[in-house]
């Protein structure tokens, strides 16, 4: 009598033996492809740290003080008359101001309350008017 040969059961489990591994080469695929977005500020260049300190006459800066309620008021030189204006007229007057003098300093001074965004917007107004020489100053009353 020939002998039957039985068929060899199928399983009907999933293999996990290579399942970590998987996991681990998805793991590491995905953190060698992901991008993260840089973080973005204000492109300012600082002085060097020897810089020697800087006599500047009073006639060649113009000084923005920008109070807490977002008005700016602009003082020439050593003169203690204030002209208030608005954002949109800064770019005129600075670019007139450079004109004039193309040795002016832009001297801004942000009251110490008052919202970031309004040293922002008069830093962009100067920008706009090609300003190279910008100082950022301590507010003093």
Do not use: C
Request: net charge negative.
């Amino acid at each position: 009598m020939p002998m039957l040969q039985r068929k060899s059961k199928v399983s009907d489990e999933i293999p996990t033996a290579s399942m970590a591994d998987i996991a681990f080469l998805l793991l590491i695929f995905f953190l060698t492809t992901t991008v993260f977005e840089e973080e973005k500020g204000l492109p300012i260049v600082l002085p060097e740290a020897t810089a020697a300190e800087v006599e500047v006459s009073q006639s060649n800066i113009i000084h923005f003080l920008v109070r807490e309620d977002g008005a700016v008021a602009i003082r020439r030189g050593e003169s203690q008359a204030e002209q208030v204006v608005a954002y949109s007229e800064i770019e005129g007057i600075m670019r007139q101001e450079i004109a004039n003098n193309p040795n002016i300093i832009a001297a801004v001074k942000t009251a110490p309350n008052s919202p970031y965004r309004h040293m922002i917007n008069v830093l962009d107004e100067l920008q706009s008017a090609a300003a190279q020489r910008i100082s950022l100053q301590l507010w003093e009353q």
